[in-house]
């Protein structure tokens, strides 16, 4: 049990756990053992806003949102070994809610590129971005089946938030090559962030 800990976002790590805690409105990227005891920051009370961490299936990485200065959030990626960070997604839509495939060598999130929040698949060997769906009520919040041929996805519709399965989609909508950057420590310090904006 833990109080005070302002912790979310809780992900199973190894024999541990991955979290992110927010305090004051200071982030913090936390590997801790199960009984929360003995605490890491791999992130340390950064003014960037932290969510959506996510583990790789073999516990090396983590995939992880950042928002910035220009109030856009885009995907990372940190090494939970090295701590070496890298930066998938830095354009003006919102990148969000990353769920890793078995194998570990892609991951779905959602994304607003396309007008509308719809799945998009990133390859972390190629950096080949595919849009997966094309629907236009919003899909959130996905994650991968074990056997990676299913999705559990929440949807928007008239009455409300609906949560259902699709299929792993085959076809894709769109497609582009990513150009993922290096991402140092400093850009979590204060006024360090670029205001720079490319086009999605």
């Known amino acids: 049990?833990?109080?005070r800990l302002r912790g979310k976002y809780i992900e199973p790590y190894r024999d541990g756990l991955a979290y992110i805690t927010c305090d004051r409105d200071r982030y913090s990227l936390v590997l801790s053992d199960r009984k929360f005891r003995n605490r890491?920051?791999?992130?340390?009370?950064?003014?960037?806003?932290?969510?959506?961490?996510?583990v790789s299936p073999d516990g090396s990485m983590a995939a992880f949102c950042i928002k910035d200065d220009r109030g856009f959030t885009d995907l990372a990626l940190i090494d939970l070994g090295t701590l070496a960070m890298t930066r998938i997604t830095d354009d003006m839509s919102s990148d969000t809610s990353p769920a890793w495939l078995p194998g570990g060598k892609k991951i779905v999130f959602v994304s607003s590129r396309s007008g509308?929040?719809?799945?998009h698949e990133y390859d972390l060997e190629t950096h080949l971005l595919r849009r997966i769906t094309n629907v236009t009520g919003g899909l959130f919040t996905p994650d991968v089946s074990?056997?990676?041929?299913?999705i559990a996805v929440s949807s928007y519709q008239p009455g409300g938030f609906r949560i259902g399965i699709i299929e792993y989609p085959k076809k894709?909508?769109?497609?582009?090559?990513?150009n993922p950057a290096p991402l140092g420590m400093s850009f979590f310090s204060d006024g360090n962030r670029t205001m720079d904006a490319s086009p999605p």
């Open 116 to 119: 509308t929040y719809n799945l």
């Open 1 to 3: 049990e833990t109080s």
């Open 172 to 178: 894709s909508f769109d497609e582009v090559v990513l």
């Open 146 to 150: 074990p056997d990676g041929t299913t």
């Open 40 to 54: 890491r920051e791999l992130i340390s009370k950064t003014p960037v806003q932290l969510s959506c961490v996510r």
